[in-house]
């Protein structure tokens, strides 16, 4: 199972990138699952189903299956969010697992980043940028800042947001290393 972030800033169309790529990676034969951080509450039940009713009541974990579906939700309670590895470690056996948020996590990651939001670059920061997809191109003067500043560092492939064949073609050939 290899592991590739989607990290970015809010709106720069992380989610959106990871719907797109998701059928073109299923048509490719990959099982491709997601772990998604969200630095909100979140809720997936409904409220007053059984589910709801036995996590209200004090369950750890409730998990709710049918001949369509199952999820699994996990009640905090107080206690500190588990790390990436321990989400990594439920999941079912696939090919690849795209995490969305965990933007300074250490793994291999894919930044998008998207003109309009005017947010700095993630990837001077941090090496385990693999790729850039982007509305436009970093500017020249942050190549050569980052070439000035790490010069054994290569500057991550650019690619163009608007294209999702191009960035699955992307990740699949970097599965393929």
């Known amino acids: 199972m290899k592991i590739l972030g989607i990290a970015g800033y809010s709106g720069s169309g992380k989610t959106t990138l990871i ?7 299923n048509a490719a034969g990959l099982k ?10 979140i809720e997936v039940d409904v409220i007053g189903k059984d589910s709801w009713r036995h996590r209200h009541a004090g369950a750890q974990e409730t998990l709710l299956t049918s001949p369509h579906r199952w999820m699994l939700v996990g009640e905090l309670r107080g206690a500190a969010e588990p790390s990436l590895a321990h989400h990594l470690a439920r999941l079912s ?6 995490v969305e948020g965990y933007k300074h996590a250490s793994l ?3 930044e998008i980043w998207r003109a309009a939001n005017a947010r700095p670059w993630l990837f001077p920061e941090d090496a385990q940028f693999i790729a850039v997809a982007a509305d436009e191109s970093p500017p020249e003067a942050l190549a050569e800042a980052l070439a000035n500043a790490l010069p054994d560092r290569a500057a991550p492939e650019h690619l163009d947001l608007n294209d999702p064949q191009a960035i699955a073609t ?7 290393r």
């Open 32 to 41: 491709v699952s997601v772990i998604k951080q969200s630095h909100h509450d």
């Open 93 to 98: 056996p696939c090919d690849l697992v795209l």
């Open 170 to 176: 992307f990740i699949l050939a970097w599965l393929d």
């Open 19 to 25: 719907e797109t790529l998701l059928p073109l990676l």
């Open 108 to 110: 291999p990651k894919l």
